[in-house]
């Protein structure tokens, strides 16, 4: 069984270099995306909308039962452009169910296997725009929030190698 990481997003851009990366390493890897890659990619794909909570759990929980998971990049990221005043609480819910709560629920889900293993690394991909920016009250704030989360995880897990 191949180490294998999971990326969050990988059918384009940074989450597809990074992808590209770890395979030419040797890591097998899992895309977890909402959209299929286009062209050839070394990544098995697995379809899953981030902002449905239940599926990320069963299937991230799926790989991690499946694979040897050594590694997990929350990269896929949602941001609407809004000043505070067009905000909506629909869109700032959407955003944090997508930035910050799949990454917790995708953390959540490799954990035993990491813990059990003594090694795992779990990366999250943030945005500059946390340190702030105009019209991206519910981006950088959930970016913020997942920040934070990454130096809260690193205290926790740091005693299990992760």
Not at 5 to 16: E, Q, V, W, Y
Not at 27 to 45: C, I, Q, R
Not at 92 to 105: D, F, K, Q, S, Y
Request: hydrophobic share 45%; charged share 15%; aromatic share 4%.
């Amino acid at each position: 069984m191949a180490n294998t990481f999971i990326i969050t997003g990988a059918s384009s851009g940074i989450g597809r270099a990074t992808a590209a990366r770890l395979s030419d390493e040797g890591y097998a890897v899992v895309n977890l995306d909402k959209n299929a890659p286009t062209g050839t990619t070394s990544a098995t794909f697995a379809e899953v909308d981030l902002s449905d909570l239940d599926s990320v759990r069963e299937i991230v929980g799926n790989v991690a039962a499946d694979n040897a998971v050594v590694g997990l990049v929350n990269n896929a990221g949602y941001g609407q452009m809004a000043s505070l005043e067009e905000t909506s609480p629909e869109l700032m819910e959407l955003t944090w169910r997508i930035n910050v709560l799949a990454p917790a629920m995708c953390a959540q889900a490799v954990l035993p296997s990491m813990k059990s293993n003594g090694f795992g690394r779990i990366i999250n991909i943030i945005s500059r725009a946390a340190l702030g920016r105009e019209l991206r009250t519910g981006y950088a704030g959930s970016k913020g929030n997942l920040m934070t989360m990454t130096r809260v995880w690193a205290l926790e897990l740091a005693q299990h190698g992760i």
